[in-house]
């Protein structure tokens, strides 16, 4: 995300003063609120783009350009539903707070409503719109799919929402202290768990793009202040970040920071573990010695283990191709939704349950999961049933995704014939059903499956649907 776009007025940047010294309102400096640029006369006006990575599209221009990924978040917050009643669910169906890009999907975009001839009022929805004024600006580099292209902007556009609804709350907090004439940046917000106490204060510094949803701006400060699922979601993330910080990155992409070491490498490719592993070096040497941050080193070395018990002995993990089943394995698969090294650089599209299938027909020996030492062996079996059934369930989410990306695909190519013979006069071409997708998997809570666990139910019966 581009720094400007936190939504907030700009004032007047004078003298900073010391972090929470109070100092005069004048002197205190908020970041302005990015806006679109003006829309190009022609297609070959448009920046181009191509497909940095899996889930993010790169600016190919050269010179003058902006970022995708900040023409997205400006498009997420200009079209942002706030307090919303589905499509599906006609004008009468209860309020949905937005809070995710499905939401985007479900709720009509009712700035772009228009009347039909039959005088029905009609509005696309709002990722409707996101996506349609995304294309307004940029085109695909030659030899690009656009349907590819949508699909990883979808993606884009998923995570830039979950970091602008996180940013814009740490961000309210500094603008409300520098209200008070008080310095306090995101990082302090963030290290003493700063917040706002009444709901008054919220409403004083409602960012520019809720202005005209305040109900959705009252309903987001609810959630972040009563909801209790939130809250503790909150306190884990923060215990999972730590203190220490976790790369030395900044706000650099991976695929930014790779591109800087191959050029200072002069040219030459970086096999892409070494390129991990340096972004995740502490900068100061501790004693004259390199220190990693968090468990870095850990993970390395699992995964060379893992790497060399698939290939031999002589391979070289960190010099050869990165190996992803060696990944999976290394990690134990991904216990908490990640893997331990290369997450969020590779998407794995092996599961653990298939790895372990396929490695002892081939006579490896995959390492069992750690298990949690307790001394109540009714927890242990409890625990080792659990982890089995997370296992059985993320196993049960990848067909689902294949499943439904292929009947998502499907319906996209059914609509473009549709539209190709209806552009042509032509008949209409036959309706093909779509490929059958699974009911979506669901996890029971820890909770839940302890309740069940030891009432007696055997874990194979529990609900996956």
């Known amino acids: 995300m581009e720094g400007e776009e936190d939504g907030y007025e700009e004032g007047a940047r004078g003298e900073e003063g010391e972090e929470g010294q109070d100092v005069p309102g004048n002197a205190l400096w908020t970041r302005g609120s990015a806006t679109l640029p003006d829309l190009p006369k022609t297609e070959e006006g448009k920046w181009v783009v191509y ?82 004024t995304f294309w307004e600006f940029y085109k695909l580099s030659s030899g690009m799919d656009h349907q590819e292209a949508t699909a990883v902007l979808e993606k884009m556009a998923k995570k830039n929402l979950r970091d602008a609804l996180y940013h814009v709350r740490k961000l309210a907090i500094t603008h409300y202290f520098a209200e008070k004439g008080k310095r306090k940046n995101k990082d302090r917000v963030i ?21 005209n949803k305040k109900d959705g701006w009252s309903a987001l400060v609810r959630y972040w202040t009563d ?15 730590g203190s220490g910080g976790t790369h030395n990155q900044g706000n650099k992409p991976f695929p930014l920071y790779e591109k800087d070491m191959v050029a200072a490498n002069g040219g030459q490719e970086i096999p892409r573990i070494q390129v991990w592993q340096a972004a995740h070096k502490k900068k100061e040497l501790v004693e004259g010695k390199v220190v990693y941050y ?67 027909s081939s006579g490896v020996c995959m390492p069992p999961r750690p298990r949690r030492s307790t001394q109540a062996s009714d927890d242990a079996r409890m625990m080792e049933a659990y982890e089995q059934l997370q296992e059985e369930f993320q196993h049960k989410m990848h067909e689902y995704e294949v499943a439904n990306s292929a009947s998502r695909e499907h319906m996209q190519e059914q609509t473009k014939a549709l539209f190709a013979a209806l552009t042509a006069g032509a008949p209409p071409p036959q309706y093909v059903e779509p490929p059958v997708v699974p009911p979506l998997p669901k996890m029971p809570t820890k909770a839940e499956f302890l309740a069940q666990f030891h009432g007696g139910t055997p874990v194979s019966a529990l609900p996956y649907y």
């Open 51 to 132: 497909l940095e990575k899996h889930d993010s599209l790169g600016l190919l221009t050269t010179g003058t350009g902006r970022k995708p990924s900040g023409i997205v978040t400006v498009l997420l917050k200009k079209y942002w539903p706030g307090l919303y009643r589905a499509v599906s669910n006609g004008p009468n169906g209860p309020k949905k707070l937005a809070l995710k890009w499905d939401d985007y999907h479900a709720a009509p975009c009712g700035v772009m409503t228009t009347t039909t001839e039959d005088g029905r009022r009609v509005a696309p929805t709002c990722a409707q719109v996101v996506l349609r």
């Open 191 to 211: 290290a003493e768990n700063l917040t706002i106490e009444d709901d008054a204060g919220w409403q004083s510094i409602c960012p520019t793009w809720c202005v």
């Open 227 to 241: 909801d209790e699922e939130f809250k503790a979601r909150s306190i884990q993330n923060k215990a999972n970040r």
């Open 294 to 360: 968090g468990k870095t080193e850990e993970s390395v070395d699992s995964y060379k283990n893992a790497f060399k018990k698939l290939h031999g002995e002589d391979s070289d993990p960190l010099s050869e191709p990165f190996d992803e089943m060696a990944v999976m394995i290394s990690g134990h698969g991904k216990p908490h939704g990640r893997t331990s090294i290369l997450n969020e650089v590779h998407k794995p599209t092996i599961t653990l349950p298939r790895i372990r299938n396929m490695t002892s």
